[in-house]
Nanobody, 116 residues
Framework: VQLRESGGGLVPDGGFLRLSCAASGSTFNVYIMSWFRQAPGKEREYLAGINRSGTWTNYADSVKGRFTISRDNAKGTVILQMNMLKPEDTAVYYC??????????WGQGTQVTVSS
């Protein structure tokens, strides 16, 4: 499966963004989907995950209450709604998917920059 993120950009402190990840090339609803991010000089960080049916979600403490993951299996997309963004949220954001909770497939990433 190929994954492609979109929706990144530059926003002010306290702003919001909606990231989208479009999947192609395989049956989307078999995959557990996740979002990660990586800031310069830091390790890749898990942010959120969603199961195949969208009935279960999981969040890292750093984004819980601010970010929401969702999916539309008919459209083959997974969304990360990001609210109350902070400068420390600045990073490249990646969509990932796999048949287990360990992702196999990765997108190329989209840059999110939050200005202070």
């Amino acid at each position: 499966v190929q994954l492609r993120e979109s929706g990144g950009g530059l926003v002010p402190d306290g702003g919001f963004l909606r990231l989208s990840c479009a999947a192609s090339g395989s049956t989307f609803n078999v995959y557990i989907m996740s979002w990660f991010r990586q800031a310069p000089g830091k390790e890749r960080e898990y942010l959120a995950g969603i199961n195949r049916s969208g009935t279960w979600t999981n969040y890292a403490d750093s984004v819980k209450g601010r970010f929401t993951i969702s999916r539309d299996n008919a459209k083959g997309t997974v969304i990360l709604q990001m609210n109350m963004l902070k400068p420390e949220d600045t990073a490249v954001y990646y969509c990932a998917g796999g048949l287990s909770t360990t992702p196999t497939y990765w997108g190329q990433g989209t840059q999110v920059t939050v200005s202070s």
